[in-house]
């Protein structure tokens, strides 16, 4: 059940992200800007930066919520390419320093953003990842890409106010 609301929760997100743009047979959902590039089979790409969720830690190898909305796409008339530069353990700092690299490999037409909760659980200070998550989603966009941030949620080991703090900035 839960890998179903994952699967639904990804897929309505990267259906958000591509609203308005026409869906014609075997044409891409989004067309690449100049900013942007196609992969050798014309596809433009979606980039994930992520943490363990997103890296499929405990998971077998193509399990995972990345594979998972990558397949979906792949059945439909959503013509992407999806890149998984995740890394299990991987903080707002990490993501933030690998993100430029990874902007200019792939080029891609749309980011997903899904990190924070190493931040959280490590009680690192909240104004550093919301500046880290500002400055990935200004990159993102300054290259030319549509950005989806995930939203996260951590258990209140660290008290009531970090815990409503971090929630809140993912709002």
Known sequence: MRRN?????????V????AGASIAA?????????ATALTPGGRPVILVLGDSL??????????????LLADRLQQSAANYTVVNSSISGETTSGGRSR???????HR??????????????????????????????RASQASGARVVV???RIPPNYGREYTERFYEAFG
């Open 26 to 34: 075997g044409a891409p959902v989004l067309a690449a800007s100049p």
């Open 150 to 152: 995930a939203g996260m």
């Open 108 to 137: 891609p037409a749309i980011v997903i953003i899904e990190l924070g909760g190493n931040d959280g659980l490590r009680g690192l200070p909240i104004a550093r990842m919301q500046d880290n998550l500002t400055a990935m989603i």
């Open 99 to 105: 993100l430029p690299a990874l902007l200019k490999q």
């Open 15 to 18: 259906t958000a992200v591509c």
């Open 5 to 13: 609301f994952l699967i639904g929760w990804c897929w309505t997100i």
């Open 54 to 67: 997103s890296a499929e830690y405990g998971l077998q190898r193509g399990q995972g919520w990345v594979q």
